[in-house]
């Protein structure tokens, strides 16, 4: 089992950066594959980015290709978006979530196991 805390959400004008931080517990987060979504009010959730265990294959949705970098410290046991030219349509909630059914990132929420709080991302015109 592991758990999951989200870090470095806030206040950013359009065209900014933040980096997003997922901490999890527990000795075996390289075993998980990893990935972020959000949730933006009065909206379903969506995927955002996600990597695999060892951090070799990344996915992100068209959204954010180009913009948003996910990574992984299986060191510090720490997941990573770094997200530039963010924009007003960026600004939702942030979920990091983990799986151990798949090794390689996945885009389905049904795979994820284990979710944090979420982190508020807000991004003003």
């Known amino acids: 089992q592991v758990q999951l805390v989200e870090s470095g959400g806030g206040l950013v004008q359009a065209g900014g950066s933040l980096r997003l931080s997922c901490a999890a517990s527990?000795?075996?987060?390289?075993?998980?594959?990893m990935g972020w979504f959000r949730q933006a009010p009065g909206k379903e959730r969506e995927f955002v980015a996600a990597i695999s265990w060892r951090g070799g294959a990344t996915s992100y949705a068209d959204s954010v290709k180009g913009r948003f970098t996910i990574s992984r410290d299986n060191a510090k046991n720490t997941l990573y978006l770094q997200m530039n030219n963010l924009k007003p349509e960026d600004t939702a909630v942030y979920y990091c979530?983990?799986?151990?059914?798949?090794?390689?990132?996945?885009?389905?929420?049904?795979?994820?196991?284990?979710w944090g709080q979420g982190t508020q991302v807000t991004v003003s015109s």
């Open positions: 527990g000795r075996t987060f390289s075993t998980y594959a």
């Open positions: 979530a983990a799986t151990q059914q798949f090794g390689g990132p996945s885009r389905d929420e049904n795979f994820y196991d284990y």
